[in-house]
């Protein structure tokens, strides 16, 4: 166990001249090494050069438009092709966007309305940026890499390079506005030693592909822009820091305390429990049959969460009860060990997930409307039938499987589920993530026979806070005192009832909140498969009571910075 050091306190009312940076942790790990800010943008002299470009007419604006859409499509795809996994599909995404039909339809009509061709690709990208940002959540998101391809686009129309990250000469900490996949994609951590960027949330590309890069990424940080060139920084993905006053003999050794809790959780395996031999279940948090595939590869229990809506984010209909029973038996089907299961979420669809088929449009509150479990209201078949394809799939695999439902407000909607899940022979269970469901945790319990807590959204209803808004970023923070106590209520009721109670959100995946969430009471983590190592080889150097002890000192923090240091200070005994 590292001996963990005093963190200064955020940036928020702090008047020093060299303020410690708060952003929103996604990427856990240290590093240290001087800035190096993201040049963002195409030469603007080389824009005033090409002025309106002087094409005879609108065929001829759009032939060269078509050619640059060409270069930066081709530039996308050959980025692709070098990568993998969520990085690969990200660029496939930006190469189809780029050549979007819409997008050229937009730009001829402003050719022929009399702009000139940068005004016009600047225009329809606008137009394409509101509407993005106007449908909120994850295509929110992707505001960014519409900019970017605008940006991209206008280089090759102007004849420059088209803009991104250069390779730094020695390693460096790269700060940006924002990352564009493109830029993300080709980072190499060998010398990219960490990001940082001022806009962006937990689930921005940045996000996503520094996950799967594993270099420490810090999103959502007011004022790093302001960081000069050479500067040395410290940045804990963990928490969020983003730190220029450490002394550089502090930094290294923190970064080499780092390096080892890292090593050591890399050789971890398992099994996970407490050093007197009480047993965790730690979970997966998967999407698809290909991240089950993956996770089957780390130490899991199973599967704690299988968000099924991500599976039909770009269908128009329904799949069909055989189709989506082939979904799910690929996700069920790695785990048929015995002892482990997997817990299927009933679709989620609405509000940041929106789904063709199944959201309701134009809400005014898409958070607070018909989403999740809520949309079997108006449409009892939609449920009826994925059901059916669960059953139909738990059926053909020897996988445990159970099922839950998100957004569960009442005790009447938990039982009325519980009887639709139970009456297909499946175990039945309910996220808690609207708080009147944590207050109502013993009585939910009498109608369930599992809970998972959703800290994501549970965080969002209770501090009011919307997850994916950056500046509310220390709002959401699962470490907030009012989400705990839910959490903490939550488990309790579990250990009365005898019933499973997990965390799913991305709180889990926290190794310093994991030792207090099982200190609660909390029976099983389900998180990202790349952390499982480091929170298991966390719980399996402490003790039941340590646990326990870190949760009181948790539970009587004022707020998320106080109750860091207090369960870093239990754990350094
Ligand atoms: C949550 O809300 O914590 C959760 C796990 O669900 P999602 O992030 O998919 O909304
Ligand atoms: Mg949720």
Redesign the pocket.
């Known amino acids: 166990m590292v001996t963990p050091t005093t963190v200064p306190g955020p940036a928020h009312g702090d008047s020093s001249p060299h303020p410690v940076l708060r952003g929103t942790p996604v990427v856990p790990g240290l590093a240290y090494g001087p800035a190096i800010r993201l040049a963002q943008g195409v030469d603007e002299a080389a824009i005033e050069a090409f002025g309106t470009g002087g094409f005879a007419d609108t065929e001829a604006a759009m032939a060269a438009y078509d050619v640059a859409v060409g270069l930066v499509t081709d530039g996308f795809t050959d980025k692709a092709s070098r990568a993998s996994g969520a990085t690969a599909e990200v660029l496939t995404a930006s190469a189809g966007l780029t050549r979007d039909k819409g997008l050229r339809q937009a730009v001829e009509t402003r050719v022929e309305d009399g702009a000139d061709l940068l005004a016009a690709v600047k225009g329809a990208v606008a137009q394409f940026v509101d509407v993005f940002t106007a449908m909120g959540g994850l295509m929110a998101e992707r505001a960014t890499d519409l900019l970017d391809i605008e940006a991209r686009v206008v280089a090759r129309l102007v004849g420059e390079p088209e803009p991104g990250v250069e390779r730094p000469e020695v390693p460096s900490i790269l700060i940006a506005d924002d990352l564009a996949p493109a830029d993300t994609a080709g980072l190499d951590p060998e010398v990219i030693l960490a990001l940082v960027t001022e806009r962006g949330g937990p689930t921005s590309h940045t996000a996503i592909i520094a996950r799967q890069l594993g270099i420490p990424c810090v999103v959502g940080c007011a004022g790093a822009l302001q960081i000069e060139d050479g500067t040395p920084v410290l940045v804990d993905g963990a928490i969020g820091d983003v730190d220029t006053t450490v002394p550089e003999a502090q930094a290294l050794a923190r970064v080499e305390a780092d390096a080892h809790e890292r090593a050591v959780a890399d050789a971890w395996t398992g099994p996970a429990q407490t050093t007197d031999g009480v047993g965790i279940k730690l979970l997966a ?1 998967v999407a698809d049959g290909e991240s089950a595939r993956g996770a089957a590869a780390a130490p899991v229990d199973g599967i704690g ?1 299988f ?1 099924t809506e991500l599976s039909f984010l770009d269908r128009r209909d329904e799949p069909s009860v055989d189709e989506q029973a082939s979904l799910y038996a690929e996700v069920l089907q790695p785990f048929g060990e015995e002892g482990h299961y997997v817990v299927v ?1 009933t679709l ?1 669809a609405g509000s ?2 929106p789904i063709a088929f199944a959201t309701v449009e134009d809400e005014e509150n898409p958070a607070l409307g018909v989403r999740g479990l809520r949309l079997s209201l108006n449409n009892p078949g939609l449920l009826e039938r994925q059901l059916d394809a669960i059953a139909k799939a738990a059926a053909t695999s020897s996988s445990e499987t159970w099922v839950m439902a ?1 957004m569960v407000a009442t005790v009447a909607e938990a039982a009325d589920f519980a009887e639709q899940v139970r009456s297909r022979g499946l175990k039945a269970g309910i ?1 808690v ?1 609207i708080p009147s469901a944590a207050l109502l945790a013993d009585r939910m319990l009498e109608v369930v026979d599992f809970l998972s ?6 965080t ?1 209803y209770v501090m009011a806070a919307d997850r994916m808004t950056t500046d509310l970023a220390h709002l959401t923070d699962p470490w907030q005192p009012a989400v705990l106590h839910l959490v903490a209520r939550t488990a309790q009721a579990g250990q009365r009832a005898g019933k499973p109670v997990g965390v ?3 709180a889990a995946a926290d190794p310093l909140l994991a030792v207090a969430l099982v200190g609660m009471g909390i029976t099983s983590l389900s998180m990202a498969a790349a952390a499982v190592r480091r929170v298991g080889a966390q719980l399996s150097a402490v003790s039941l009571q340590t646990c326990r002890d870190a949760a009181e000192a948790l539970l009587d923090a004022p707020d998320p910075q106080a109750g860091r240091e207090a369960v870093r200070r239990v754990l350094a005994g």
């Open positions: 948090n969460l968000r979420r989620d940041d997930k998100p996220m993530e807590i959703g800290t994501n959204d549970l969002q799913c959100g991305e």
